[in-house]
């Protein structure tokens, strides 16, 4: 989601950026953060993620946190454990019971409320899948085309043939964004071009379809969440498919396996440069994040003492900082018909409210019989 994090899951994927549109989204961000603040009840959040394994440190500084402030701060919250896109770049979405689950198992541990947030799955929601047909029918074949995230998907998808549920997904997005009317989206700069689509779907259908009392959609709000870039330990961007992620969910002894094999320099004197010691920075970067301290700082602290010093402390910090969201974890993993529950409710609820915008769009379309 977020360009310098992962959370996107394709392989290598490099997140094409728009500096105009970017530096306007930054701008249009913190003119709504002060409105949320204000009024958190005049917006509805929704987000998600694919199940393709499970969320690790960069998901967590990228968007997680984001989203357990804003439920905090008072926003109402749809989580979506985006099933199908899992199929937009592989054939088969194998261990997908599995992932759901673990990705329900992360929400809880960080801190996600499902009283506060409705966390649910797109493929039980039949009411939300049709309005794909619709809003298929207000984006053009050259637009689909167009969309700089798909294309880098495709450029790094492993398949030999892009499939039309690739192709478009964007429109789908835009069905699991709309079906509850949700107006804020807070997500990394990769998926801007997605709700830009979401916001066309919106005032196209809008128009194309009045009503005679307010429109039936909202034309929803990108929030850009101000993460700084998280490299994983080789030193490149944090990603499950790269295998260089620290998951939630790890032990504290593969933590620092993990954190022991990352890859450093030959400088012994540890410095916080991003640009020239991208292995470094990662971890001095990931240190600070999880004591909430400035990098600069932590890197000075170091000094002289060298990588071995770096890792002890990277690991040290980690491990504290992730301790009760493990526990959380476990303590919610040995009751797995609670996470069945969690799943169960929030699916109940997101398929009341797809049902009746289903109704609304069809009673515009004029094709209620
Ligand atoms: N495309 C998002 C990702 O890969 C996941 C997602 C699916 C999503 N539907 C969404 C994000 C709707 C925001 C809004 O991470």
Redesign the pocket.
């Known amino acids: 989601?977020n360009d310098l994090l992962d959370?996107?899951t394709t392989a290598g994927t490099s997140t094409p950026t728009d500096a105009i549109g970017t530096s306007a989204a930054q701008l249009r961000s913190a003119e709504l953060e002060k409105r949320i603040r204000h009024e958190p009840g005049r917006f509805r959040v929704?987000?998600?993620?694919?199940p393709t394994g499970p969320l690790h440190l960069g998901h967590y500084f990228g968007t997680l946190h984001n989203r357990v402030r804003l439920q905090d701060l008072g926003v109402e919250g749809f989580l979506?454990i985006?099933d199908y896109?899992v199929l937009t770049d592989r054939d088969v979405a194998e261990r997908l019971v599995e992932y759901v689950e673990g990705l329900v198992l992360d929400y809880l541990a960080i801190g996600i409320d499902p009283d506060r947030t409705t966390i649910f799955t797109h493929s039980a929601i039949p009411a939300l899948n049709q309005l794909l047909l619709p809003f298929l029918s207000l984006v053009s074949v050259a637009e689909l085309n167009r969309n700089p995230t798909v294309k880098d998907e495709i450029a790094h998808s492993r398949q030999a043939a892009v499939s039309g549920l690739m192709f478009t997904y964007p429109a789908h997005?835009a069905a699991?964004?709309l079906f509850c009317k949700g107006n804020l989206?807070p997500?990394g700069q990769d998926?801007l071009p997605h709700v830009e689509l979401t916001r066309s779907i919106a005032r196209r259908f809008n128009d194309r379809y009045p009503t005679d009392g307010r429109p039936v959609f909202p034309v929803p709000d990108a929030l850009l969440s101000a993460a700084p870039l998280l490299l994983g330990t080789d030193g490149t961007k944090m990603s499950k498919s790269r295998g260089n992620a620290i998951p939630l969910g790890a032990s504290a002894d593969e933590t620092a396996r993990l954190i022991r094999a990352a890859r450093t320099d030959a400088d012994r004197h540890i410095t916080y440069d991003p640009v020239a010691r991208p292995g470094v920075a990662g971890l001095v970067l990931l240190a600070a994040l999880c004591q909430g301290r400035d990098p600069h700082e932590v890197a000075e602290e170091i000094g002289a003492a060298g990588a071995a010093a770096l890792k002890r402390t990277v690991t040290e910090a980690v491990n504290e900082f992730l301790a009760p969201i493990r526990a959380r974890r476990a303590e919610f993993a040995r009751d797995p018909e609670q996470v069945r529950r969690v799943l169960r409710a929030g699916n109940e609820r997101a398929n009341a409210v797809a049902d009746e915008t289903l109704r609304e769009v069809r009673t515009a379309m004029r094709s209620m019989y």
């Open positions: 989601m959370t996107t929704l987000t998600g993620d694919r979506i985006a896109q997005q699991d964004i989206v997500v998926q």
